[in-house]
């Protein structure tokens, strides 16, 4: 079961998608010091203390992440901070 769990639609190519999230990534990879790789569709990320992914579709974006012990302190913060970013560019 994921800690964070947010879809959000949108209207964006796949390809306009896929590039907004890497955009996404990029800003929570600085962030949060994760890194990441695409498979397939889907961003793969991870750090220590948290393993994700967000899935990209015609339709929808889908984040989840599995917090380690000590992240679930501040899964609030990390789960508005990805919601800005998606505000930015699925807005």
């Known amino acids: 079961m994921a800690d964070i769990d947010i879809r959000r639609p949108h209207s964006r190519s796949l390809k306009d998608a896929r590039a907004a999230i890497e955009r996404v990534a990029e800003h929570i990879a600085a962030k949060f ?10 961003m793969e990320f991870s750090r220590s203390g948290v393993d994700g992914h967000i899935a990209v579709t015609a339709k929808e ?31």
């Open 33 to 42: 010091d994760v890194e990441y790789g695409w498979n397939g569709d889907t």
């Open 61 to 91: 974006v889908h984040v989840t992440a599995t917090l380690g012990f000590l992240l679930m302190a501040i899964r609030g913060p990390i789960e508005r901070e990805i919601h800005q970013y998606l505000d930015r560019e699925f807005g």
